[in-house]
């Protein structure tokens, strides 16, 4: 099985944030009898991320996404999946409900910016994530009209990815 990581994120770039992930991903896919076969880092940039997915499913059987399912502007990793493989994008009512209640919990407003991270491609799986407000996304191969790629989209921050 081919098994490829695309960490997304310019600070991993600059040498601001340490990439843990290759490390991490090494030893919990070792563990299961797997190995990656490429490890790709971009930044926050559309091209970029754009780009770096449409290569990888042209190789891989799984593409595992970091990073850029934040509230900000520049993460963008949701709606460019769902650009390359031609989805609709929808509210996760489910996820919605998690990240309102995330805020709620530590009795803070939700920023408006925050309901786009309830967004996810149609067809796919949210998946909760108990330790932030990003949930991830998996985008089954049945989905992916381009290969028979299997795709995860997990968040960036190792606390919320591991």
Known sequence: M???????????????????????????????????????????????????ITESLGRADVLIVTGGLGPTSDDVTREITAGVLGLEMIVDEAALRSIENFFALRGRPMAAANRKQALAPVGCDVLPNPNGTAPGVYVPPRLNGRSNCAIFLLPGPPRELY
Do not use: C, M, Y
């Open 2 to 52: 081919r098994i490829e990581i695309l960490n997304t994120g310019t600070e991993l770039l600059l040498g601001n944030t340490l990439n843990s992930h290759a490390a991490w991903f090494g030893r919990e896919l070792f563990k299961l009898g797997l190995r990656i076969t490429r490890q790709t880092t971009v930044p926050d940039d559309g091209e970029a991320i754009r780009d770096a």
